[in-house]
């Protein structure tokens, strides 16, 4: 199973014991930037379910309220494909490293 995930890994192209320390430095960045991505859509998600709280309290006409809903599942929407993006690449990070042993 490892197998097949490492051929369809953006690393697989990397021979592991090849890697250098510049190498394994851009590992740890692609780390944070994994990090720092996960954190943007939980942001985007949590101002999209402020925003449509927001409109649906405030509303005064019925087609605030209906944009107001929507935003709610588009907020628990973004928040869902970040997390599983960010498990996905972090998957795929760290099996560059298990087989690398760093």
Known sequence: MEEENTKH?????????DLILRDEL????????NERTLLAYLRSGVAL???GLSIINFSLKDWFWVVG?????AGILTSMVGISRYRRMKK???L???QSGM
């Open 92 to 94: 795929s990070i760290l």
């Open 49 to 51: 379910l402020i925003a």
């Open 69 to 73: 809903i929507a935003c709610l599942p």
């Open 96 to 98: 560059l490293r298990r």
């Open 9 to 17: 890994s953006p690393y697989s192209r990397f021979n592991c014991n």
């Open 26 to 33: 851009a590992v740890d960045r692609t780390l944070l930037a």
